[in-house]
């Protein structure tokens, strides 16, 4: 797989918003779930929020509800993080991972994951 987070990643105020996006290629994009996971400095890595392969369902982090939105677009195979509202504590190099199941998605164990991005939250 290669799911690079081309655009998106940077440093931003918090308060502020950023979208990531991450063009996958290397699979079937339509045949698999998208997930967001991010890793804190000194942290381990943690969910986000996931994306089933409709796009109809979603689930995410308590951390993140109300002020992050998972999209996706299956032409191109991009899968988007829209980040409003952002904190500190937000800082963290982020993942995009396809999984082939929706079920489980939280756990972590994914078919493929992408290089990641570095968000920095400057308070």
């Known amino acids: 797989l290669m799911c690079s987070c081309r655009r998106g990643g940077g440093l931003v105020q918090a308060g502020g918003s950023l979208r990531l996006s991450c063009a996958a290629s290397?699979?079937?994009?339509?045949?698999?779930?998208m997930a967001w996971f991010r890793q804190a400095p000194g942290k381990e890595r943690e969910f986000v929020v996931a994306i089933s392969r409709s796009g109809g369902s979603t689930i995410y982090a308590d951390s993140v509800k109300g002020r992050f939105t998972i999209s996706r677009e299956n032409a191109p195979n991009t899968v988007y993080l829209q980040m409003n509202s952002l904190k500190s504590d937000d800082t963290a190099v982020y993942y995009c991972a396809a999984r082939s199941t929706f079920m489980g998605i939280m756990r972590g164990t994914m078919d493929y994951w992408g290089k990641g991005t570095l968000v920095t939250v400057s308070s």
């Open positions: 290397g699979l079937t994009f339509n045949n698999y779930a």
